[in-house]
């Protein structure tokens, strides 16, 4: 239960930002968005990528006047005005601002590593680009932002067009009323600033960076378009399609779902509500998606005037018993987690395809793994691809982290709609297995409530995956054994278990008494480490295991820990804690951390530890023990 104090806190902080959960309840159906804009780098448009021009906006001016209500003429960032001309037409004319002489910056971007200024900067930046357009009638049009933090704002031309709460999911908004023939400009505020009813709320262990960190878009699609198609291979084994068109044909419309290389053709009508739902029994000759083999099929959807393309793996994912099966096989989830922060001394969340890469190659090929765990919100939408193509199965969440309001309705919504916005965007990803709704919430009867929420949610939309949240544990000893139980009433509604775990880190537990521990599971169902991690500067040794910090005593957490986790029947994967070496602002040791997580396996600019060729050992010896 939140102490009221707290609560009032939280809602002084509401009046202070705009981001508002309940600004967007109107316009929802289900908590699903408003459109989905299936695979939107495959289509028609503009890329907004580049120069824009910002202005910083800590008391949110160019939002409200000084005694609250409309901003006045001359604070307004999203006028399109040439500040300089209109000055010099009207001598009594006062702006404080002018966006056409403010500085620029490359987007997408964040701002926290762009200036030591805005290093800890939480607060309102407003961007401004133009671009010309040539407007054809018989097209709709759209400006799709893949994730702006936390909160944001978009203007076409001085017009509102809406907003949208949450940094990791997409927005995608209609501009076919307010796009001119010609010259146009699209301003967009973005608001870093949490409150205790946001999600995640203020505090966590990782940057959260303000921004606009991933592409904007203006894309093309004709009257009727498809919005949605979903292409799968169902647990019964038949190939299943839904597809959504949105527009005014969409009901009656002839659909066709074409996989070439399998010479299948599903097809048929959209019913009243634009959709069309079909199976078909699957082709001998299909090959399933695994990470040994990550096969992914050319897909192509057309209706009426439309066509989109995808590529898609077909797997089966389920769980019988204690066994976690892929395809059918029972497969141990060689894994580890991954914040979205690319290698380098300064990130700033600008996660491009190379940088992707080059943190999915080191799990792959570096230590033997299988398996990435997505901390701790949904990626970009090109990691996921990247996933399917380099075949590493993935767990992907939403960022209900620690302590979230859980009695809030306008909270739940948050993040039901971002579950919502993720999985539709990414469903077509043979890679995700699993999805997660929560990472280490204390337990209790509210906070029971808001994730059955979320994990039926997660089944109604998607029920072909497994759901799954990271829990915490407790421990009892008698006759000098120490037992770890999962007795997180959570447990009874998952699919897998999962649960971090940080004996030998935190907490009074001596390393060397770690492989001793012993584990209870009384819930049948598969066990995953989420967690476990210890950190070290990279490069500081200590030979007698000793000091926190050191390369030897991260080493020896691995080995102490691996060999607990072997004793574990029903374990069937992990997903230790971390890659990479992350920036977190609640780590600011002077020595070892400045400001940085320090449990990586690879440091910030990618060198690796010690205990990152212990576990790659663990994962091969594994690997080598999979039946043929
Ligand atoms: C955890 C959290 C993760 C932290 C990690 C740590 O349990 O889930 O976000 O970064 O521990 O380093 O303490």
Redesign the pocket.
Known sequence: MMCSSIKAVAALAMLSVWPLAAQAESSRINNSPDYVMMNPSSRTGLDLSGSWAWSIDPYRDGLSGFHGGEAGIGHRRFDPVDVEAATRDDPAALFEYDMRNAERTTLPGSWNTEADSLRHYNGLMWYTRNFSHQTRNESRYFIRIEAANYTSRLYLNGAFIGSHEGGFTPATYEVTQQILNGSNDITIGVDSARTPLSVPPPV???ETYGGITREVRLIEVPQTFIDDAWVRLTRDGRVAATVQLNGIDGSGQSVYVKIPELELTLTGKTDVNGVFDTTAVVPKDLVRWSPENPKLYPVIVTAGHDTLNERIGFRTIEVNGLDILLNGEPIFLRGI?MHEEELGIAPARVMSEASARALLTEIKEGLNGNFVRL??YPHSESTLRLADEIGLLVWSEVPV??LIEWENEATLHTASSMLAESIHRDRNRASIILWSVA??TPVSAARNRFLKTLISDARRLDGTRLVTA?LLTSQSESDGIVEVHIDDPLAEWLDVMSV?T?NG??GDMPLANVHALRWTNEHGKPLLF??F?A?ALAGFHDPSMKRKFSEDYQAEYYRQTLAMAEQIPSLRGMSP??LKD?Q?PR?QHPVYQNGW?R?GLISETGRRKEAFYILAHHYAELESHVPP
Do not use: L, M, Q, V
């Open positions: 966590t262990d990782w987690s901390a701790h982290y620690w990472n280490e990271a971090n940080y880190w935190y989420s967690e991690g950190g804690w971390i992350f977190s780590r997580n449990k």
